[in-house]
């Protein structure tokens, strides 16, 4: 069997569980036709992703994950994406911008892709 395409989900909140998930797809062909054999398929939690911002995020520096969208997907305060809350990244990504409070910050971003998904992992921190 080969790996043909991939496919990322955007996030998606557990209803029951109030919990964010991804969704990942795996298609997987067989050598000789070619064709879609089996589909692997798995939902992926992404709270532990949550508990590791707020493990590397401090008073004054946070790290946090945006969304195309600008949808805040992961946070240091799990309400902060309860909430809906977006953020727009400004034009220049790396340097002085205003944070996500409103306030004067540095920041530093870097885009991650994955398949179809693009996500913004963002820090900052205040001037």
């Known amino acids: 069997m080969e790996l043909k395409k991939n496919y990322f989900s955007p996030m998606y909140f ?4 109030g919990e964010p998930l991804v969704d990942v797809a795996v298609p997987l062909q067989a050598v000789m036709s070619g064709k879609i054999q089996y589909v692997l398929l798995a939902s992926i939690r992404l709270k532990k992703i949550w508990d590791l911002l707020a493990d590397i995020s401090s008073r004054n520096q946070i790290v946090f994950i945006l969304d195309k969208a600008g949808n805040i997907i992961g946070h240091p305060d799990p309400s902060v994406v309860l909430s809906g809350q977006k953020y727009r990244l400004p034009p220049i990504t790396s340097g002085i911008a205003e944070g996500l409070s409103g306030n004067q910050v540095v920041m530093a971003v870097k885009q991650l892709d994955f ?13």
């Open 14 to 17: 557990n209803q029951k569980r």
């Open 115 to 127: 398949g179809n998904q693009s996500i913004y992992i963002v820090a900052q921190q205040e001037v």
